[in-house]
């Protein structure tokens, strides 16, 4: 069972991130790195390049091909979202929803948050196709850092208000294994490691909500993965 024990879920809560006990097995990790790394060397589009041209983002990724469903929906995914969403919950393919390639010596991606503000915050799931360590620049997260009110999520150095607040200085790297699958609240102040090795190294991200019980039940930018769409308002009769 890959359910979460419930001092698991109160430390997510708390620090915001959480490391996963079980990893993505191996043939379907497989699977999904080798189409990835086909998709890159064909440019198979939408593509995002980097300044000197490089591709290092596969957007899109449930649009390009079933597995990444295939991914999303398995039990090490699906049993602790439930543990944090609850029965129901939905993968959200506007945000997210991508391959991000992290190339040797990259300029530092800058620290961001995943959306604004509190009250519509998402569960992301980062999963590592390879492994990342200090040196090809794992994933740094800022524990504590979701409890911050609402910001512009992206580029957090530039905001005077952080960048006076020696908060950005207090991140951890997170080491994983191949295959393993990280979880933050997507207010969690975090980027991406820098590079320092010659390989590149390769992860996968999506992110979901709980069913949103007082919205109308069908919106085509989610796809239901758990459960189903219940509606809590109090209008229909
Ligand atoms: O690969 C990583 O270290 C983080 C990925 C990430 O932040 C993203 O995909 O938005």
């Known amino acids: 069972m890959a359910e979460l024990t419930p001092e698991e879920v109160r430390l997510f809560r708390h620090n915001g991130f959480l490391q996963l006990r079980d990893p993505l097995p191996d043939e379907l990790l497989c699977e999904v790195r080798d189409l990835g790394y086909d998709h890159l060397a064909r440019e198979v589009e939408p ?55 992290n190339p040797s010596r990259v300029r530092p991606d800058a620290f961001h948050r995943d959306n604004r503000q509190w009250t519509r915050s998402l569960v992301t799931i980062i999963c590592y196709l390879e492994p990342t360590t200090l040196e090809n620049g794992c994933t740094r997260v800022v524990p504590g850092s979701h409890l911050w009110p609402g ?42 490691g820098t590079n320092r090795t010659e390989d590149s190294r390769m992860s996968m991200t999506f992110g979901f909500h709980a069913v949103d019980e007082f919205a109308a039940p069908y919106d085509p930018k989610r796809l239901l993965i758990s459960g189903s769409y219940t509606y809590g308002g109090n209008d229909r009769a």
């Open 47 to 101: 593509v995002v390049k980097d300044p000197d041209g490089r591709p290092i983002r596969l957007s899109k990724a449930l649009e390009r091909d079933p597995i990444f469903e295939r991914a999303i929906r398995h039990p090490v995914v699906i049993e602790p979202l439930s543990s944090l969403l609850g029965p129901n919950f939905v993968a959200i393919r506007n945000r997210h929803n991508h391959l991000t390639l």
């Open 151 to 192: 910001i512009e999520p992206s580029r957090l150095e530039e905001d005077a208000r952080i960048a006076g607040s020696g908060l950005l200085e207090q991140d951890v790297p997170v080491p994983m294994p191949a295959g393993g699958l990280l979880v933050i609240d997507s207010l969690v102040f975090h980027r991406i």
